[in-house]
T-cell receptor, first 117, second 117 residues
Framework: GAVVSQHPSWVICKSGTSVKIECRSLDFQATTMFWYRQFPKQSLMLMAT?????????EQGVEKDKFLINHASLTLSTLTVTSAHPEDSSFYIC?????????????FGPGTRLTVL | AQSVAQPEDQVNVAEGNPLTVKCTYS??????LFWYVQYPNRGLQFLLK??????LVKGSYGFEAEFNKSQTSFHLKKPSALVSDSALYFCAVRDREGSGNTGKLIFGQGTTLQVKP
């Protein structure tokens, strides 16, 4: 149980285009999903917290107009990188929180490798 | 401020030997502590968590962790390491400041475990 998927697993795009990444909780409903980015050999940096049916809460320094987050249902959240540039190239990971658990353990997706040319 | 520290960038151990990956924390109140493992180009896999109760927590793949309140530590252990345990390990504490329960995790910087045959 507690499986989270991400799509696509990798994407290459041209500078200036937009890319959408999907995060799905496959076997549980997630009221909260989190989006992280990770640079090589570094820890995860939280970008935003996404609650179903409401606006995402962005961490300080994260541009909300550039990283659009939508959490339209209890099993799906999307991250859209708008007007992508090479510096946006990174490994993006989502996680979903299982509200049925006492501790709301976060379960992570497999990640999406974004390369902007 | 809440924080998590993993003092070792890398831990090397021979296959069959016991392993320890260290983690210390600083939080207000009772901590919710987690260990995750990340294989190359993959998301994080949940290993175990401490919420309350027994200080020794058993998790996936034969891993366990000991909560030590006096030393504010939550070291990850395994009695006999496998080559397949080689990966990046993250300790995390749940953010319980501010409004109380944001659900956010605060991660350590990660420790690379290298198990040699």
């Amino acid at each position: 149980g507690a499986v989270v998927s991400q799509h696509p697993s990798w994407v290459i795009c041209k500078s200036g285009t937009s890319v959408k990444i999907e995060c799905r909780s496959l076997d549980f409903q997630a009221t909260t999903m989190f989006w992280y980015r990770q640079f090589p050999k570094q820890s995860l940096m939280l970008m935003a917290t996404s609650n179903e049916g409401s606006k995402a809460t962005y961490e300080q320094g994260v541009e909300k107009d550039k990283f659009l987050i939508n959490h339209a249902s209890l099993t799906l959240s999307t991250l859209t990188v708008t007007s992508a540039h090479p510096e946006d190239s990174s490994f993006y990971i989502c996680s979903a929180s299982d509200p049925g658990g006492v501790t709301d353990t976060q379960y992570f997706g497999p990640g999406t490798r974004l390369t902007v040319l | 401020a809440q924080s998590v520290a993993q003092p070792e960038d890398q831990v090397n151990v021979a296959e069959g030997n016991p392993l320890t990956v260290k983690c210390t924390y600083s939080v207000s109140g009772n901590p919710y502590l987690f260990w995750y493992v990340q294989y190359p180009n993959r998301g994080l896999q949940f290993l175990l968590k401490y919420i309350t109760g027994d200080n020794l927590v058993k998790g996936s793949y034969g891993f366990e962790a000991e909560f030590n309140k006096s030393q504010t530590s939550f070291h990850l252990k395994k009695p006999s390491a496998l080559v397949s345990d080689s990966a990046l390990y993250f300790c995390a504490v749940r953010d319980r400041e501010g409004s109380g329960n944001t659900g956010k995790l605060i991660f350590g910087q990660g420790t690379t475990l290298q198990v040699k045959p």
